[in-house]
């Protein structure tokens, strides 16, 4: 299981989750832990001791997260 964190704009972490999947956990980026969509939101995934950036929101919508696309 991989872990995942939402960081906001300000770098500060929103909160910490760990999925079996990618595509679970851009799901919940995008309908959980930022459904706003806030400009510069980041999601990181922990791999190999370092946070790496998996998704960065640009301030569209979050109406169709991709297991609905």
């Known amino acids: 299981m991989a872990q995942y964190r ?3 704009s300000d770098e500060t972490v929103i909160e910490e989750k760990g999925f079996d999947d ?3 956990a ?3 980026f995008k309908t959980v832990a ?3 969509d806030s400009l ?3 999601m990181q995934v922990h ?3 370092e946070w790496k950036n ?3 929101s640009d301030g569209g919508t979050n109406k169709h997260p991709s297991a609905d696309a």
């Open 6 to 8: 939402v960081v906001d």
């Open 40 to 42: 510069g939101t980041v």
């Open 22 to 24: 990618a595509t679970s």
């Open 54 to 56: 998996f998704e960065v």
């Open 47 to 49: 791999d190999n001791g």
């Open 26 to 28: 851009y799901d919940w």
């Open 34 to 36: 930022a459904p706003d």
